[in-house]
T-cell receptor, first 119, second 111 residues
Framework: GAVVSQHPSWVICKSGTSVKIECRSL??????MFWYRQFPKQSLMLMAT?????????EQGVEKDKFLINHASLTLSTLTVTSAHPEDSSFYIC???????????????FGPGTRLTVL | DQQVKQNSPSLSVQEGRISILNCDYT??????FLWYKKYPAEGPTFLIS?????DKNEDGRFTVFLNKSAKHLSLHIVPSQPGDSAVYFC??????????FGKGTRLSVIA
């Protein structure tokens, strides 16, 4: 089945540094990927929709200059948390739109998540 | 190894009837469960959740039941409406871990 990977799975960084998280669709092409932030015991918050070859669409309240998203190819989207602060510590999860995979039209595949800890 | 399983990839229900979507999990450390709904060309949206200290949570037409001993949860939608047609994802987490998602069940509500 379709697999989405994220790298790294866990990252610890100092306050003020930038962190890049990769989301890859391993066996299919994904024109659209989504980035979410997860808080403990809470549901996912959609941060942005990443479309291959175009600018990401950010949800209201999400700073696009702080959370840089690049969807450079049909199998890779990256989220860069710039000038990270302790309040940015969270799980970040990506998902890839299943359109384009033979026999699949509108489902979605989730990555395993990246745990970001900002000291 | 799939920790969260939705064994029915699709389900068809007549309008007005009850829709029951099932989800099984294997990790006994999971203590928080959520259901998401996804329309075509959109990201999933949160629907309803349940903590492991409860066995039922109700929100309007949506009710989630949790059977911890069987490691099973289900989402009931009653009455089902055509607008409920979507893909439904079950997700689980335990402690300080990322959500783990099932593969989804496509619900079609037929008028």
């Amino acid at each position: 089945g379709a697999v989405v990977s994220q790298h790294p799975s866990w990252v610890i960084c100092k306050s003020g540094t930038s962190v890049k998280i990769e989301c890859r669709s391993l066996d299919f092409q994904a024109t659209t990927m989504f980035w979410y932030r997860q808080f403990p015991k809470q549901s996912l918050m959609l941060m942005a929709t990443s479309n291959e070859g175009s600018k990401a669409t950010y949800e209201q309240g999400v700073e696009k200059d702080k959370f840089l998203i690049n969807h450079a190819s049909l199998t890779l989207s990256t989220l860069t948390v710039t000038s990270a602060h302790p309040e940015d510590s969270s799980f970040y999860i990506c998902s890839a739109d299943g359109r384009g995979l033979a026999g699949v039209t509108d489902t979605q595949y989730f990555g395993p998540g990246t745990r970001l800890t900002v000291l | 190894d799939q920790q969260v399983k939705q064994n029915s990839p699709s389900l068809s229900v007549q309008e007005g009837r009850i829709s029951i979507l099932n989800c099984d999990y294997t990790n006994s450390m999971f203590d928080y469960f959520l259901w998401y709904k996804k329309y075509p060309a959109e990201g999933p949206t949160f629907l309803i959740s349940i903590s492991s200290i409860k066995d039922k949570n109700e929100d309007g037409r949506f009710t989630v039941f949790l059977n911890k001993s069987a490691k099973h949860l289900s989402l009931h939608i009653v009455p089902s409406q055509p607008g409920d047609s979507a893909v439904y994802f079950c997700a689980a987490s335990g402690g300080n871990t990322p959500l783990v998602f099932g593969k989804g069940t496509r619900l079609s509500v037929i008028a």
